[in-house]
C-alpha cells in the first residue's frame, strides 16, 4: 500500500469523515448517514467456504468497513459500508473488487446464514413461529434469530441479510480511465451472450473527475481536501487562499500536509488550523531561506546572517538558527 493509501485510509477512518463521503456517494452529498451511527467492524474475515467440510481458511481484508444503524421510521435498518483506498489507477479494479470486495460480500452474507444455524442449533426450537424469525444486531454483533423449522438450511424464507456496499475511494490527480466494470474489461463479440454473464460495477469516488461544484455537497472538510488534491499541480495555493483564513480541522490539515507535500507551517487552535496563514507562513519562510543562501553566497558570518534576517523579516533569533541549523548541521 503507498503512502497516499496509507494517509487516505487513515484520514478517511474517523465517523464523520466515513459518514459524509457517503453520503456524496449514496445520497448526493444530503447527510442521510450520521456519524454516531456507525460503528467500527473488524475488516479481517477468515472466510470458511460455504458448505465446504474441508473449512479451508482463506484471510481478507479490507481497508475500511463500518456497520449503519440508519433507524428509518423508527425501526433499525442496518447497512455494511466498505471502503477501499486507492492512491494510484488500478486498470484491473472490477477484477480485484469481484475477487476481493465482492468475495468478503459473499463471505458477509454466508456467515450471516451461519449465525443463524448457530442461533437456531442453540434455541433448539423447531417449533417456534416463523414470524419472529429475523435479523438483529447486538453489542455490535450481527445475528440473526431464527424461529423457524429450517433445521437443515438455518435460515427462514422471511429472513433478510444486511446489504453491503464497498466504496473505492481514488485520491490520485489522474482522471480515472480504468473501467468501472468488469463488462469493461471483457472482449465480447456476441453481445447475446451479456444476458449470461454476472457484471460487477465499483463504486467509485474519484475527486480529479468532480468538477469543483461538486466538492461543495460535502459538509465536511474532505470537500476542500480533494479540492487541493484535485489543483495540487497547478493551483493548489489558490484553492487554500480561497477559504479566506477560515479554520479547518486538524485532521484534515495534516492529511493535506503529507498527501500533497504541501510544507505548510501549523499554528494549531482548539483543534482547527488556518490553512490561509499557514500559507503564508510558508511564503514568508522560502523568502527567508532564499535571503540566506543570498547571504551565503556573498560569504557573510552565520551571526551576520542572522542579525540580518531579523532586521529585515521581524523573526526572531531562534527563528532563523532553527533555518540555519540543518545547513550547518
Not at 75 to 90: D, F, R, T
Request: with cysteine; aromatic share 10%.
Amino acid at each position: 500500500m503507498g503512502s497516499l493509501d496509507i494517509e487516505g485510509k487513515q484520514y478517511l477512518s474517523g465517523n464523520t469523515v466515513f459518514a459524509d463521503a457517503f453520503n456524496y456517494l449514496l445520497y448526493d452529498g444530503e447527510e442521510v448517514i450520521k456519524p454516531d451511527r456507525l460503528k467500527e467492524l473488524d475488516t479481517t474475515s477468515i472466510a470458511i467456504p460455504y458448505g465446504n467440510n474441508a473449512r479451508v481458511p482463506e484471510q481478507k481484508y479490507r481497508d475500511l468497513l463500518k456497520l449503519w444503524n440508519a433507524m428509518m421510521d423508527d425501526n433499525a435498518i442496518y447497512v455494511i459500508l466498505g471502503a477501499e483506498i486507492q492512491g494510484e489507477i488500478h486498470y484491473g479494479m472490477p477484477v480485484k473488487d469481484a475477487l476481493y470486495d465482492a468475495l468478503y460480500d459473499a463471505i458477509g452474507y454466508a456467515k450471516q446464514i451461519e449465525e443463524s444455524k448457530r442461533s437456531y442449533k442453540k434455541n433448539g426450537n423447531e417449533d417456534s413461529c416463523a414470524e419472529d424469525a429475523k435479523l438483529s444486531v447486538e453489542n455490535d454483533t450481527i445475528k440473526i434469530k431464527l424461529s423457524g423449522g429450517e433445521f437443515l438450511y438455518g435460515f427462514h424464507r422471511d429472513d433478510k441479510l444486511i446489504p453491503i456496499i464497498t466504496a473505492v475511494v481514488y485520491l490520485g490527480d489522474k482522471p480515472w480511465d480504468g473501467p468501472k466494470s468488469l463488462f469493461e474489461m471483457m472482449d465480447v463479440k456476441d453481445e447475446r451472450l451479456f444476458r449470461f454473464l454476472n457484471d460487477y460495477r465499483i463504486n467509485l469516488i474519484s475527486l480529479v473527475d468532480m468538477a469543483d461544484d461538486e466538492f461543495e455537497k460535502f459538509h465536511t472538510d474532505l470537500g476542500l481536501a480533494m479540492k487541493v488534491i484535485k489543483h495540487q499541480k497547478e493551483d493548489a495555493d489558490r484553492v487554500i487562499m480561497e477559504t479566506d483564513h477560515r479554520n479547518i480541522d486538524r485532521d484534515t490539515a495534516f492529511f493535506l500536509n503529507k498527501a500533497v507535500n504541501l510544507g505548510l507551517e501549523y499554528e494549531e487552535k482548539d483543534g482547527e488550523i488556518d490553512m490561509c496563514l499557514a500559507m503564508e507562513k510558508k511564503e514568508q519562510r522560502d523568502k527567508i531561506t532564499g535571503a540566506i543562501e543570498i547571504l551565503r553566497a556573498t560569504g557573510s558570518s552565520e551571526n551576520d546572517i542572522v542579525s540580518k534576517i531579523v532586521e529585515n523579516f521581524h523573526v526572531t533569533k531562534e527563528y532563523v538558527i532553527s533555518l540555519l541549523a540543518p545547513k550547518t548541521a
